[in-house]
């Protein structure tokens, strides 16, 4: 559901939260800040930024309805 620690750090190549911050944002990557300080990031937004599927999820609204046909 959301990146662990390690993935962030993997994604923004920063350890430090403010610059993790940084460069999500230059990514165009939303983010929130916990209460307690750590980042949240959404795996399927940074997917979908970078345009990367998840293996087995499919995106409901992209399949074609042929009832019309």
């Known amino acids: 559901m959301f990146l662990s620690v390690d993935e962030l750090v ?8 403010e610059s993790q911050a940084q460069a999500l944002r230059m990514m165009g990557i939303e983010h929130k800040m916990r209460a307690d300080g750590r980042l ?4 399927r937004h940074v997917e979908q930024v970078l345009g ?10 992209a399949m074609i309805d042929w009832s019309a046909a």
């Open 10 to 17: 993997e994604l923004t190549g920063r350890r430090q939260r």
């Open 40 to 43: 949240v990031v959404s795996r």
């Open 52 to 61: 990367v599927a998840s293996a087995g999820a499919v995106d409901v609204d």
